[in-house]
C-alpha cells in the first residue's frame, strides 16, 4: 500500500513555463518531506526539502508547499529549463529515518 | 572526490550464484542504507545501518545481508541470487537517523541483472 503517491507518470512543459510536480501522502504522522531528482543511469540527487511546521520552502526556481490538511505537497520549477528534464521523486521521511518515495514523475522541458 | 560510491556499476549473473555489491561515503556520515529500486520504479528501503549498527530491517530474504565493516561501509551479500532479483540498488548515506530532518545522498547505483 503506498504511502507516497505520484499520480503523474509524466509531465511536459514549453521551456520558461512553470512545472508544478503533485505528491500526495496518506500518513499523517509524516512530518519532513524531500523532492529528489533522479536522471537516468544515475542516484537521486536532493532538490529541496520542507518540514510539516512550514507550508512553502523556497530556493531558487524550485519551491516546495505542503498543505497539511489535504496531505498534498508540490514542487513548483519556474521557469522551467531543458536541463531540468529528469525523473522527480517525492518523499517522506519515515520514523526510523528512511525515505518512503513516491513512484516519480519524468519531466520533459521543451525548448 | 565521489560522496558515495558503489561498485560494480554493472553485475549480469546466473540464477543461484552469490554476489556482492560495494558502498563507500566519503562525507563522514553515521548512517548508510540500501534501497531498491524494481521494476515497476519503486525505490523501497531494504536495510540501514547506524554507526555499524543495524537499525532497519524490512522484510527482505534473508538472502541479503548487509555487512557494515565500518562506518564509511556498507557492502550488500546476496546469496543465490534469483530472477526477481534483478533490479536497481542504490546506497545511500545520511549524517544521523532519528536525529532530525537529515538528507540522504545517494549513490549511482548497481545494475542487477539475473538471468
Known amino acids: 500500500d503506498q504511502q507516497v503517491k505520484q499520480n503523474s507518470p509524466s509531465l511536459s512543459v514549453q521551456e520558461g513555463r512553470i512545472s508544478i510536480l503533485n505528491c500526495d501522502y496518506t500518513?499523517?504522522?509524516?512530518?519532513?518531506f524531500l523532492w529528489y531528482k533522479k536522471y537516468p543511469a544515475e542516484g537521486p540527487t536532493f532538490l529541496i526539502s520542507?518540514?510539516?511546521?512550514?507550508d512553502k520552502n523556497e530556493d531558487g526556481r524550485f519551491t516546495v508547499f505542503l498543505n497539511k490538511s489535504a496531505k498534498h505537497l508540490s514542487l513548483h520549477i519556474v521557469p522551467s529549463q531543458p536541463g531540468d528534464s529528469a525523473v522527480y521523486f517525492c518523499?517522506?521521511?519515515?520514523?526510523?529515518?528512511?525515505?518512503?518515495f513516491g513512484k516519480g514523475t519524468k519531466l520533459s522541458v521543451k525548448p | 572526490d565521489t560522496a558515495v560510491s558503489q561498485t560494480p556499476k554493472y553485475l549480469v549473473t546466473q540464477m543461484g550464484n552469490d554476489k556482492s555489491i560495494k558502498c563507500e561515503q566519503n562525507?563522514?556520515?553515521?548512517?548508510m542504507y540500501w534501497y531498491k529500486q524494481d521494476s515497476k520504479k519503486f525505490l523501497k528501503i531494504m536495510f540501514s545501518y547506524n554507526n555499524k549498527e543495524l537499525i532497519i530491517n524490512e522484510t527482505v530474504p534473508n538472502r541479503f545481508s548487509p555487512k557494515s565493516p565500518d562506518k564509511a561501509h556498507l557492502n550488500l551479500h546476496i546469496n543465490s541470487l534469483e530472477l526477481g532479483d534483478s533490479a536497481v540498488y542504490f546506497c545511500?548515506?545520511?549524517?544521523?537517523?532519528?536525529?532530525?530532518?537529515?538528507?540522504?545522498?545517494f549513490g549511482p547505483g548497481t545494475r542487477l541483472l539475473v538471468l
Open positions: 545511500a548515506s545520511s549524517r544521523g537517523a532519528r536525529t532530525g530532518q537529515e538528507t540522504q545522498y
Open positions: 500518513n499523517s504522522m509524516f512530518d519532513y
Open positions: 520542507i518540514s510539516s511546521i512550514k
Open positions: 518523499a517522506a521521511r519515515g520514523s526510523q529515518g528512511n525515505l518512503i
Open positions: 562525507l563522514g556520515h553515521d548512517t
